[in-house]
């Protein structure tokens, strides 16, 4: 890191204004369209960004890249020509999308990536399995919900700069870019990575061959990739520690009755889930089933 490098303050104060200017001004007019460009105006993201932005999200040739604000299409054209992905990149500006279009045609890539004139609120999200975005944080926390609603556990967002408000990034690197900042007031730029969490809020009853065996249940609570809860069983009600979902795993401890501690382990597939007890000895198997 330089020295006097301004906060993550300057380099958000910057774009925002240019993003509240370009949130003020209409996107090229279309018959009928009332859209404005308030996910901010486009500043292409600079190509080694890109690179590590798909390189964070690990983007392989099954997946399906979308860009929300995709501007003139790098990063899913890179995801195309580098990656072998296919994808869609959908933007509010019909002048962008005609060009990213013809970029598609020209790089030979046309039959895997597509780009549509649509609002960032209003897009399918259903086929993805990494999300991109570069969009300012209030959009960004805007979508949350729609994020979590729509995208399958386990698919990857990646984000330049900015953050999904409350919804902290599993990791975050940072990639140097000093042509950035006259823009950012910045010598790096962050990207940011979340993989959406399965949904394990509630109550779980089950069984495990784990400590005294037998029938157990697990009371949930969830904030984001976050768990917290009780395990009861017959040997008693233990608080769980260090619980975490990533994708559709689950994981978290408890402590043995004896002393020492258990690590439980589970995929989740919808209103079920199931596993292993890694503790002292072998590996036992545990599974259990929503109950609310
Ligand atoms: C910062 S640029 C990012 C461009 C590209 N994703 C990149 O990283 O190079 C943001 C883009 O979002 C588009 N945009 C802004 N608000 C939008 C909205 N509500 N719906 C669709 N696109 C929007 C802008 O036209 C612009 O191209």
């Known amino acids: 890191m330089m020295n006097g490098e301004p906060t993550l303050g300057g380099r958000r104060s910057?774009?925002?204004?240019?993003?509240?200017?370009?949130?003020?001004?209409?996107?090229?007019p279309v018959a009928g369209a009332q859209e404005v460009k308030d996910g901010g105006p486009?500043?292409?993201?600079?190509?080694?960004?890109?690179?590590?932005?798909?390189?964070?999200?690990?983007?392989?040739?099954?997946?399906?890249?979308?860009?929300?604000?995709?501007?003139?299409?790098?990063?899913?054209?890179?995801?195309?020509?580098?990656?072998?992905?296919?994808?869609?990149?959908?933007?509010?500006?019909?002048?962008?999308?005609?060009?990213a279009n013809a970029s598609a045609r020209r790089l030979g890539v046309a039959g895997r990536v597509k780009f549509v004139r649509q609002d960032v609120r209003q897009a399918d999200l259903s086929r993805a399995t990494v999300l991109a975005l570069y969009l300012l944080p209030g959009m960004m926390s805007a979508l949350r919900p729609k994020f979590l609603a729509e995208l399958r556990p386990g698919t990857r967002i990646v984000s330049h700069d900015f953050e999904l408000g409350e919804w902290k990034p599993d990791r975050t690197i940072e990639v140097e870019t000093?042509?950035?900042?006259?823009?950012s007031g910045a010598w790096t730029?962050?990207?940011?990575?979340?993989?959406?969490?399965?949904?394990?809020?509630?109550?779980?009853r089950g069984s495990g061959a784990g400590e005294n065996g037998a029938r157990l249940?697990?009371?949930?609570?969830?904030?984001?990739?976050?768990?917290?809860?009780?395990?009861?069983?017959?040997?008693?009600?233990?608080?769980?520690?260090?619980?975490?979902?990533?994708?559709?795993?689950?994981?978290?401890?408890?402590?043995?009755?004896?002393?020492?501690?258990?690590?439980?382990?589970?995929?989740?597939?919808?209103?079920?889930?199931?596993?292993?007890?890694?503790?002292?000895?072998?590996?036992?198997?545990?599974?259990?089933?929503?109950?609310?």
Request: proline share 3%.
């Open 14 to 28: 910057r774009f925002l204004a240019a993003g509240a200017a370009g949130a003020l001004m209409l996107a090229a």
């Open 178 to 183: 000093p042509e950035k900042y006259d823009l």
């Open 189 to 204: 730029s962050s990207v940011h990575l979340w993989i959406v969490p399965a949904s394990v809020e509630g109550s779980w």
């Open 217 to 292: 249940e697990l009371e949930l609570s969830q904030s984001y990739q976050r768990v917290q809860g009780r395990l009861t069983r017959a040997g008693g009600r233990v608080s769980l520690r260090d619980g975490v979902v990533e994708g559709r795993g689950v994981r978290f401890s408890v402590a043995r009755s004896g002393g020492g501690t258990e690590t439980w382990i589970a995929t989740v597939d919808g209103d079920r889930m199931s596993g292993e007890i890694r503790g002292e000895g072998a590996a036992s198997k545990w599974s259990a089933e929503r109950a609310r």
């Open 42 to 99: 486009f500043v292409p993201t600079p190509h080694k960004v890109v690179e590590a932005m798909l390189d964070l999200a690990a983007v392989r040739p099954k997946d399906f890249v979308m860009d929300l604000g995709s501007g003139d299409g790098r990063i899913v054209l890179t995801a195309a020509t580098r990656h072998k992905a296919r994808g869609i990149g959908v933007d509010i500006d019909q002048e962008l999308v005609d060009r």
